[in-house]
């Protein structure tokens, strides 16, 4: 048996426990694609409301080592397709 499941109060905390799953059960390079998948996320032929919820999604994944807000606002603005809100976007 695992010395988890036989040492009584072994998860101290939630956030142990939650290191404890991630290093078992995540692939090393993880954040890596989670990352890699954030900045070459384009718009392409999905509604911007798709767009920002796939952003949105890959974010929330990377929660371990976000990115800073100037990075992903210039990721979003040259995610989205040419067109009246690219357009709005940039007049702003």
């Known amino acids: 048996m695992a010395r ?10 939630w956030s142990f426990m939650e ?8 692939l090393a390079n993880v ?4 990352r890699s998948n954030f900045l070459r996320c384009k718009q392409d032929k999905r509604s911007l409301q ?9 974010e929330a994944a990377m929660a371990g080592a ?8 210039t990721v979003f603005m040259d995610g989205v397709r040419t067109g ?3 357009t709005e976007l940039f007049r702003q």
């Not at 976000?66 to 606002?73: A, I, N, Q, T, W």
């Open 4 to 13: 988890e499941t036989v040492t009584p109060g072994y998860f101290t905390s």
């Open 19 to 26: 290191q404890e799953l991630r290093s078992t059960f995540l």
């Open 31 to 34: 954040a890596y694609r989670h």
């Open 50 to 58: 798709d767009y920002v919820m796939e952003l949105h999604n890959l």
């Open 66 to 73: 976000p990115l800073s807000e100037d990075v992903k606002v």
């Open 84 to 86: 009246p809100v690219r």
